[in-house]
Nanobody, 124 residues
Framework: QVQLVESGGGLVQAGGSLRLSCAAS????????MGWFRRAPGKEREYVAA????????YYADSVKGRFTISRDNAKNTVYLQMNSLEPEDTAVYSC?????????????????WGQGTQVTVSS
């Protein structure tokens, strides 16, 4: 069992930055691939970024590549999403997920555990 709690969301102007954190409970955190997804108002949840259990590989959706960076600190049981050059289109509830399979990182169904989400609002 893994419990996830996101934090770091807020209101920011276009072009600004935010860093989201996802704190995990459970001693098996380091064995999970971790991912960030987001859900904008009236839209389906979409994949944003993922990182392998050891942090050696990272993956990004085209819409955030070059602007967002995912990282993790297994000693702190935490995964981060650094978001730079934010755009109004990035406005969404951001959630982290834990994937025990280390593949299919872009599929919501591959993640067994989810946090409650944190709201990110980017004003123009």
């Amino acid at each position: 069992q893994v419990q996830l709690v996101e934090s770091g969301g807020g209101l920011v102007q276009a072009g600004g930055s935010l860093r989201l954190s996802c704190a995990a409970s459970g001693r098996t955190f380091s064995t999970y691939m971790m991912g960030w997804f987001r859900r904008a108002p009236g839209k389906e949840r979409e994949y944003v970024a993922a990182i392998t259990w050891g942090g050696g590989s990272t993956y990004y959706a085209d819409s955030v590549k070059g602007r967002f960076t995912i990282s993790r600190d297994n000693a702190k049981n935490t995964v981060y999403l650094q978001m730079n050059s934010l755009e109004p289109e990035d406005t969404a509830v951001y959630s982290c997920g834990a994937n025990p399979r280390d593949n299919y990182y872009w599929r919501e169904s591959a993640y067994d555990y989810w946090g409650q989400g944190t709201q990110v609002t980017v004003s123009s």
